[in-house]
Each structure stands twice: as C-alpha cells, then as structure tokens.
C-alpha cells in the first residue's frame, strides 16, 4: 500500500530565504504531483513530476523526483510573502491512474 | 481546458437540513468523479469514488445512507449529505478525471458546509 510522507508539516521563514519540502513515499510510484492550497480555497496544481530525474520550475519554485531514493522535493528560492500556502505532495499508485495518496500538507508562512 | 465547477461555494443551515453539493466538468467528460472532505489544518481525506451510471465506492468509515452520491451523467456528480448535523460541518471538495490529461484529477473550488 503506497504512503505518502511530508516534511516538514509547518515551517515559517523569513523572506529572501531558501528551504525544501520533503515528499517520501513508501512504494513504487512514478508520478508525482504538487498541489498548492491558499486558505478557504480548493487546491491549484504546481507541477506534474512522471519520470525519475524530472525537474520542473516555476518561479521561485522548483521540483524533482527521484524514483528510486522514491523522494520528491519542492525548493523555496529567496522566499517572497505572497509563496505563504499549505503546499501537498501527492503520488499515484501503480496500479491506479487516477486515485492520488496525499502527504499531509506542509503549512507555510513567509514573513515579510 | 479540464474545468470543474463546484456549487455552492459555501452554505450555512440548521441541524437536520439535507444539502446538496453539485460538481460539474464543464468543457470534458469525467471518467472518475471524486470527493473529498477536508478538516481545518488537515489533508485531504477520500470519501468515495464514483464512475458514470454505477454506485460509488466509498472509503472505510464514510456512511454511504449519509453521503449519497449519484454521478447520472459524465458531466456532474451530486453529494447529498443527509440529516446534517454540527459535526458534519468541513470543507468539500470534488474532483474530476479525463483520460486526455496529464493530471489525474482536476479539482472544483470546493463547498464550505457550516451546520448550526
């Protein structure tokens, strides 16, 4: 059965500086997502992550997957305000095409 | 593209009032419908999948005579919650998959369910 684990669940930084979230996951999986979710909203996808050695930029924001340490990472560069979200990480199962398994979510706040 | 709409955005009613909560795929056809219901500073929690004309299949511990889902058409999919009362009350969410996209699941706006 295929887990999914986020680190940290909270984190609160300064603007201007850099930090990683952690994505585990238990099983074999080859595609990953990242999900960003601002208060009272639904989530907004960030990246589609699908073969090892995938990275993906957008902004100050950068991700990759690494398929056999089975670890996905979502990089903060120079931290502005308006990054503050929950960010999740979520992989899907081998044998499902469409049914996601979520990490906990990784609450950040960037101070001004 | 992959459009999901979600209503309503947000409702408040008394104890033992049935709600409905309609999510639509507005420009393709979903495959798979999901909904999820969401606790404040809590991820994510599955609460049934469902495919056009057949019964849903809900997750371990969801009460299936108090979700009802009913997915008649490849374009929506309705969650009633029945008889709700205060502890009902959280953040709904519903998704949709299309077999064309590289995402396995385009999410609606969500419903905040407030019971007095």
């Known amino acids: 059965e295929l887990k999914v684990e986020q680190n940290p669940l909270f984190l609160s930084m300064q603007e201007g500086k850099n930090y990683t979230i952690y994505c585990n996951y238990s099983?074999?999986?080859?595609?990953l997502y990242w999900y960003r979710q601002d208060p009272g909203k639904s989530l907004e996808s960030l990246f589609v992550?699908?073969?090892n050695g995938a990275v993906k930029q957008e902004g100050r924001l950068m991700a990759s997957l690494d398929t056999k340490a089975r670890l996905s990472t979502l990089h903060i560069t120079a931290a502005v305000h308006d990054l503050s979200a929950t960010y999740f990480c979520?992989?899907?199962?081998?044998?499902?095409?469409?049914?996601?398994?979520w990490g906990a979510g990784t609450k950040l706040i960037i101070k001004p | 593209g992959a459009v999901v709409s979600q209503h309503p955005s947000w409702v408040i009613c008394k104890s033992g009032t049935s709600v409905k909560i309609e999510c639509r795929s507005l420009?393709?056809?979903?495959?798979?419908m999901f909904w999820y219901r969401q606790f404040p500073k809590q991820s994510l929690m599955l609460m049934a999948t469902?495919?056009?004309?057949?019964?849903?299949?809900?997750e371990q511990g969801v009460e299936k005579d108090k979700f009802l889902i009913n997915h008649a058409s490849l374009t929506l999919s309705t969650l009633t919650v029945t008889s709700a009362h205060p502890e009902d009350s959280s953040f709904y969410i519903c998704?949709?998959?299309?077999?064309?996209?590289?995402?396995?699941?385009?999410f609606g706006d969500g419903t905040r369910l407030s019971i007095l």
């Open positions: 998704s949709a998959s299309h077999s064309y996209s590289n995402q396995p699941q385009h």
């Open positions: 420009d393709f056809q979903a495959t798979t």
């Open positions: 469902s495919n056009e004309g057949s019964k849903a299949t809900y």
């Open positions: 099983t074999t999986s080859d595609r």
């Open positions: 992550l699908l073969s």
């Open positions: 979520a992989a899907l199962p081998m044998d499902s095409n469409y049914q996601l398994i």
